[in-house]
């Protein structure tokens, strides 16, 4: 069963500055990834999706990579801005008892310092 | 504006009690999926409808009970049965099913059961 692991759990930066979050997952065979942001005690937020054929998708500050054979996605945020703190959530969408059936990490909770 | 709308945001409960969960969508989006949410762990499926009078069960099915009528809602019943009810819920859809869509998510129900 495909399982996502986001690394770290937390992390704080300064504003300003450019930072990368880490998504793996341990089947290579996916059909896509997503990357979400979420408020606290709201709902899911869809930033950017990547096919399995993509290498990587670009909206605004935000640019997601995807490495299907080592099990890797990354999203790079440029600029950080206090606005930008969320937790940040990727899903696998793998082949599974079902249609869409997304893996999904536990999160990475960014927090931008003013 | 199109989306998908889900009520209660906070909902309580006594132990031993039945609730039911609303989620309702405009996108004219074919499937529909509830997830729960607890702290320090990714979401899990918990039933998905793909189609108006079917649904399957997702990971943790146990304890729950869903019914799709209408395209545009997919209610979630937390049964008694249900041995740790207390979650954050989120409803989903997906335009189709027969390729991997992107999924939207509403708001969420924060669901305390004392």
């Known amino acids: 069963k495909q399982e996502v692991t986001q690394i770290p759990a937390a992390l704080s930066v300064p504003e300003g500055e450019n930072l990368v979050l880490n998504c793996s997952f341990t089947?290579?065979?996916?059909?896509?990834l997503q990357w979400f942001r979420q408020d606290p005690g709201k709902g899911l937020t869809s930033l950017l999706l990547?096919?399995?054929?993509?290498r990587e998708q670009t909206s605004g500050r935000l640019n997601a990579s995807l490495d299907k054979s080592s099990g890797r996605s990354t999203l790079y945020i440029a600029a950080s801005q206090p606005g930008d703190s969320a937790t940040y959530l990727c899903?696998?969408?793998?082949?599974?008892?079902?249609?869409?059936?997304?893996?999904f990490g536990t999160g990475t909770r960014l927090t931008v310092i003013p | 504006d199109g989306g998908i709308t889900q009520s209660p945001k906070y909902l309580f409960r006594k132990e031993g009690q039945n609730v039911t969960l609303s989620c309702e969508q405009n996108l004219n989006h074919d499937a529909m999926y509830w997830y729960r949410q607890d702290p320090g762990q990714g979401l899990r499926l918990i039933y998905y409808s793909q189609i108006v009078n079917d649904f399957q069960k997702g990971d943790i099915a146990e304890g729950y009970s869903v019914s799709r009528e209408k395209k545009e809602s997919f209610p979630l019943t937390v049964t008694s049965a249900q041995k740790n009810p207390t979650a954050f819920y989120l409803c989903?859809?997906?335009?189709?099913?027969?390729?991997?869509?992107?999924?939207?998510f509403g708001p969420g129900t924060r669901l305390t059961v004392t």
């Open positions: 089947d290579s065979a996916i059909y896509n």
């Open positions: 989903a859809s997906t335009i189709g099913t027969g390729s991997p869509y992107e999924q939207y």
């Open positions: 990547i096919q399995s054929s993509q």
């Open positions: 899903a696998v969408n793998s082949p599974g008892t079902g249609a869409n059936n997304l893996f």
